[in-house]
């Protein structure tokens, strides 16, 4: 049985193909036409996805959307009708996505296939549903508590669940205007990050601020009841595009989040590129905070609902890797499975696998334990590029290479490592990454000024053998897809200081050898050479989505100050680097 699961006409379109409950290719649409955070119809990833399960569209039995204008129709109306100005952008807005709605036409004009001859059984999953489904039942677990936040989809920004068997039981949802997705963006916007996606970023500003301003936050966002509730007067009316707005070319727009109230509260609005004052890191260190506590606050409440030690969560604000590593210490959940596309990409899997188990009744046996989901390239196809792109290089065997690669990062130099199958989700994690030595101090800003090109507070993330990980941090849950902030233990901190950010923390992925052999050895290597078993990890890119094919891998190293290429069993060593 083949079901192709989507996300579209929605920020980070994506598909998803699941086989028989397996998810055997999945991808996002900005991997293959590197426009990023693509909010159109992903038409390349729906082609790739046929393509890997070596199907034509009509194999496929079921089609399944992360998206239904449908859900929660009447508290839309009520909202509506309480904002009579807005009644007519609401009445377009669902006239256009009724349009949009069309999956025959849409996968019939893709595929350039009659959408009449095309068989299929279609259906619409609710957005956070859809969330909740795609960790739920990625996870090993036959019964969970299942959590869903983010900005908004289909009018919720926040929804609990008892996940048991096939079933996933809805407890209870937030409605917008509520949204802590959208109290982030909000701050985040106001300090200067106006392009969606720009959170993570300020979540990794906020260690340099102080409490200045956290009794003034704590005012914006209230949770009482197990709940929150904003004061909408900090905010801009909620538009009919519900803060968000997909362009004709899939561009995403974020509409402002924040009101005059704000501007009279903390002065003028941060222009994006200005400066980054004091101010603007007390707010963004007031604005995690308060995240934090209404978090923690709503997983109480869901605890004492669904009293069990597991959660599976998902949603925009699952990305938040620090609250992600606090909930341990902080809530009675023990164990948390989060799966690597968090995002909204990750409702491509999250319909397909929830039509599967909880529509069709079949049974649960799929565990997803690795992200390596999307598309490889043979060892002629890389050589092919290589020669094209007139660039010297030689063939290893695998454990030369691995030698070859750890001396190199010994000795400081900057490693592309490209290889096997692409990873799921917005994280490098090993197969699509950059590496380098952890513990050079000067070593964070080399990679900004030679190849990244952020912002100079932004960390980067440790790989660790996981083995170690108790000996080198101050947990020990895993995690494998790079989505938990933890303490570097004291005595660490100068072996791993480039990877060891303002507050003595990693965000940190923990490799096993079943996961990622490849990855696994090439640490495990560095380790022999240098005690050390972990390795400073970014993504392969250069303010673009991370790269896919060895072409965007050599041109990437290429352009970049980048010493040395690992690209399959291949080596490039640029002339001035000493092999």
């Given at each position: 049985?083949?079901?192709?699961?989507?996300?579209?006409?929605?920020?980070?379109?994506?598909?998803?193909?699941?086989?028989?409950?397996?998810?055997?290719?999945?991808?996002?649409?900005?991997?293959?036409?590197?426009?990023?955070?693509?909010?159109?119809?992903?038409?390349?990833?729906?082609?790739?996805?046929?393509?890997?399960?070596?199907?034509?569209?009509?194999?496929?039995?079921?089609?399944?959307?992360?998206?239904?204008?449908?859900?929660?129709?009447?508290?839309?109306?009520?909202?509506?009708?309480?904002?009579?100005?807005?009644?007519?952008?609401?009445?377009?807005?669902?006239?256009?996505?009724?349009?949009?709605?069309?999956?025959?036409?849409?996968?019939?004009?893709?595929?350039?296939?009659?959408?009449?001859?095309?068989?299929?059984?279609?259906?619409?999953?609710?957005?956070?549903?859809?969330?909740?489904?795609?960790?739920?039942?990625?996870?090993?677990?036959?019964?969970?508590?299942?959590?869903?936040?983010?900005?908004?989809?289909?009018?919720?920004?926040?929804?609990?669940?008892?996940?048991?068997?096939?079933?996933?039981?809805?407890?209870?949802?937030?409605?917008?205007?509520?949204?802590?997705?959208?109290?982030?963006?909000?701050?985040?916007?106001?300090?200067?990050?106006?392009?969606?996606?720009?959170?993570?970023?300020?979540?990794?500003?906020?260690?340099?601020?102080?409490?200045?301003?956290?009794?003034?936050?704590?005012?914006?966002?209230?949770?009482?009841?197990?709940?929150?509730?904003?004061?909408?007067?900090?905010?801009?009316?909620?538009?009919?595009?519900?803060?968000?707005?997909?362009?004709?070319?899939?561009?995403?727009?974020?509409?402002?989040?924040?009101?005059?109230?704000?501007?009279?509260?903390?002065?003028?609005?941060?222009?994006?590129?200005?400066?980054?004052?004091?101010?603007?890191?007390?707010?963004?260190?007031?604005?995690?905070?308060?995240?934090?506590?209404?978090?923690?606050?709503?997983?109480?409440?869901?605890?004492?609902?669904?009293?069990?030690?597991?959660?599976?969560?998902?949603?925009?604000?699952?990305?938040?890797?620090?609250?992600?590593?606090?909930?341990?210490?902080?809530?009675?959940?023990?164990?948390?499975?989060?799966?690597?596309?968090?995002?909204?990409?990750?409702?491509?899997?999250?319909?397909?696998?929830h039509t599967y188990h909880s529509v069709l009744k079949q049974p649960r046996r799929h565990e997803l334990k690795n992200s390596y989901l999307g598309p490889e390239f043979s060892e002629s196809r890389i050589e092919s590029a290589l020669k094209s792109a007139g660039v010297e290089h030689r063939k290893l065997e695998r454990e030369p290479l691995l030698s070859a690669v750890a001396d190199q990062i010994a000795a400081g130099n900057v490693i592309g490592w490209f290889q096997g199958?692409?990873?799921?989700?917005?994280?490098?994690?090993?197969?699509?990454?950059?590496?380098?030595?952890?513990?050079?101090?000067?070593?964070?800003?080399?990679?900004?000024?030679?190849?990244?090109?952020?912002?100079?507070?932004?960390?980067?993330?440790?790989?660790?053998?996981?083995?170690?990980?108790?000996?080198?941090?101050?947990?020990?849950?895993?995690?494998?897809?790079?989505?938990?902030?933890?303490?570097?233990?004291?005595?660490?901190?100068?072996?791993?200081?480039?990877?060891?950010?303002?507050?003595?923390?990693?965000?940190?992925?923990?490799?096993?050898?079943?996961?990622?052999?490849?990855?696994?050895?090439?640490?495990?290597?560095?380790?022999?050479?240098?005690?050390?078993?972990?390795?400073?990890?970014?993504?392969?890119?250069?303010?673009?989505?991370?790269?896919?094919?060895?072409?965007?891998?050599?041109?990437?190293?290429?352009?970049?100050?980048?010493?040395?290429?690992?690209?399959?069993?291949?080596?490039?060593?640029?002339?001035?680097?000493?092999?």
């Amino acid at each position: 049985m083949l079901i192709l699961g989507l996300n579209m006409f929605h920020a980070d379109a994506s598909a998803a193909i699941v086989q028989d409950g397996e998810v055997v290719f999945a991808i996002a649409e900005e991997r293959l036409n590197r426009h990023k955070h693509f909010g159109g119809f992903p038409a390349l990833a729906v082609k790739a996805c046929l393509d890997a399960a070596g199907a034509r569209i009509s194999d496929v039995n079921h089609v399944a959307v992360g998206q239904d204008s449908d859900a929660n129709l009447a508290k839309k109306v009520q909202y509506a009708l309480a904002n009579p100005s807005k009644i007519l952008n609401f009445i377009r807005l669902r006239q256009r996505k009724q349009a949009m709605r069309d999956v025959r036409l849409l996968l019939g004009k893709a595929l350039e296939v009659e959408p009449s001859q095309l068989r299929f059984l279609e259906h619409h999953l609710e957005h956070h549903i859809a969330h909740i489904a795609s960790a739920y039942y990625c996870s090993p677990w036959e019964k969970a508590a299942g959590f869903s936040y983010d900005g908004s989809g289909d009018f919720v920004s926040t929804m609990m669940a008892r996940c048991e068997g096939n079933d996933i039981e809805v407890l209870d949802r937030v409605f917008l205007p509520h949204s802590l997705g959208s109290f982030y963006t909000m701050i985040c916007e106001f300090i200067g990050y106006t392009k969606y996606g720009d959170e993570g970023k300020v979540m990794g500003l906020a260690p340099y601020g102080k409490d200045t301003y956290c009794s003034e936050i704590t005012k914006i966002v209230a949770a009482r009841n197990g709940g929150f509730q904003l004061d909408l007067s900090y905010f801009k009316p909620l538009g009919s595009n519900q803060g968000m707005q997909v362009l004709p070319d899939g561009t995403v727009r974020l509409a402002r989040h924040f009101s005059e109230r704000i501007e009279k509260l903390f002065g003028e609005p941060r222009r994006p590129h200005a400066e980054i004052t004091q101010r603007d890191m007390d707010l963004a260190f007031a604005l995690q905070h308060r995240f934090e506590e209404v978090f923690f606050h709503l997983l109480d409440r869901l605890h004492q609902t669904v009293p069990c030690d597991d959660l599976a969560m998902a949603g925009g604000c699952a990305l938040n890797s620090v609250a992600n590593g606090k909930l341990f210490d902080c809530t009675p959940f023990r164990r948390t499975y989060i799966q690597p596309a968090a995002g909204d990409e990750g409702l491509a899997i999250g319909a397909a696998l929830h039509t599967y188990h909880s529509v069709l009744k079949q049974p649960r046996r799929h565990e997803l334990k690795n992200s390596y989901l999307g598309p490889e390239f043979s060892e002629s196809r890389i050589e092919s590029a290589l020669k094209s792109a007139g660039v010297e290089h030689r063939k290893l065997e695998r454990e030369p290479l691995l030698s070859a690669v750890a001396d190199q990062i010994a000795a400081g130099n900057v490693i592309g490592w490209f290889q096997g199958r692409m990873e799921w989700g917005p994280r490098a994690l090993g197969n699509r990454s950059i590496v380098a030595h952890p513990g050079l101090p000067n070593m964070k800003d080399v990679l900004n000024a030679r190849i990244k090109h952020r912002e100079w507070f932004r960390p980067f993330a440790p790989s660790i053998l996981t083995d170690y990980q108790h000996e080198y941090f101050e947990h020990d849950h895993p995690s494998p897809f790079m989505l938990h902030v933890y303490k570097i233990r004291p005595e660490k901190r100068k072996e791993l200081c480039a990877v060891n950010h303002v507050d003595d923390t990693g965000r940190l992925q923990t490799v096993t050898r079943e996961e990622n052999p490849m990855y696994y050895d090439l640490i495990a290597a560095f380790h022999r050479k240098t005690g050390i078993p972990v390795l400073l990890n970014t993504s392969f890119n250069e303010n673009e989505p991370i790269v896919c094919t060895p072409e965007e891998a050599i041109d990437c190293f290429q352009r970049t100050r980048m010493d040395v290429l690992a690209i399959g069993l291949f080596l490039v060593v640029k002339p001035q680097v000493q092999s």
